[in-house]
């Protein structure tokens, strides 16, 4: 019988995969044949820059897009932590965490060797003790040591925040300067460009913050074309 290698030396392969180039891992693991290039353009931007802000319309596969670079993220690196936050559990668990959900059903339809979906919780994928995807809400009460970040930290970790626009600035700064310090960390915003003021305006806007920004109209969906 063929030896099952342990996941964090799959990884390494994986990793490889995505090094050439970023859509592989949507294309050989999670066998996606049709892309638009909106999604294309949300999930290079993860994989290729630190800061990452889009400004979008409706059902423009935002947080289709989300769920893949979350499970992409965390089966590429080991170890690896990445947190999906939201102001609302209904974004965290329904949408975000629910997209991811969906194409963790065809990876383990893909993977070449069997992983078990016990690992998948209600709020949690978890692979080992310092590799694990987490949703909570930005809202909930922090803990006592002073934030509802703090610990999350990883040589290898992504933060995905939707619905940017109703998150407070405090917690932008608990992970700019909490959880934006290590070896190799991103950060993905996701919002409808509603508000011309608070952080993710400034985030999209200002040179400073060093984001880099994909602008998609509905006019582009390929649902409208």
Request: proline share 5%; net charge neutral.
């Amino acid at each position: 019988r063929e030896k099952i290698p342990p996941l964090e030396e799959q990884v390494e392969g994986w990793r490889n995969l995505v090094r050439t180039d970023p859509l592989n891992f949507c294309k050989t693991v999670l066998r996606l044949d049709t892309m638009w290039w909106g999604a294309e353009k949300i999930i290079r931007s993860v994989f290729e820059h630190k800061r990452t802000a889009v400004q979008s319309g409706h059902s423009l596969s935002k947080d289709w897009s989300a769920g893949i670079i979350a499970l992409q993220w965390l089966f590429t690196f080991y170890p690896s932590k990445v947190i999906l936050t939201a102001p609302t559990g209904r974004q965290v668990q329904k949408i975000t965490f629910g997209e991811m959900r969906k194409h963790f059903d065809r990876l383990l339809e893909n993977l070449p060797w069997p992983l078990s979906r016990d690992c998948l919780m209600a709020n949690e994928l978890r692979l080992d003790y310092d590799w694990f995807l987490i949703g909570f809400t930005t809202r909930e009460p922090a803990d006592s040591s002073g934030g509802k970040f703090h610990g999350f930290k990883s040589p290898n970790l992504l933060v995905i925040i939707t619905g940017v626009e109703d998150v407070d600035d405090s917690i932008f700064d608990q992970i700019e300067f909490g959880l934006m310090t290590g070896s190799n960390c991103r950060i993905l915003e996701i919002a409808n460009p509603l508000k011309t003021s608070g952080r993710f305006w400034e985030h999209c806007t200002n040179p400073k913050w060093d984001y880099n920004v994909v602008k998609l109209s509905c006019f582009d969906s390929p649902n409208v074309l």
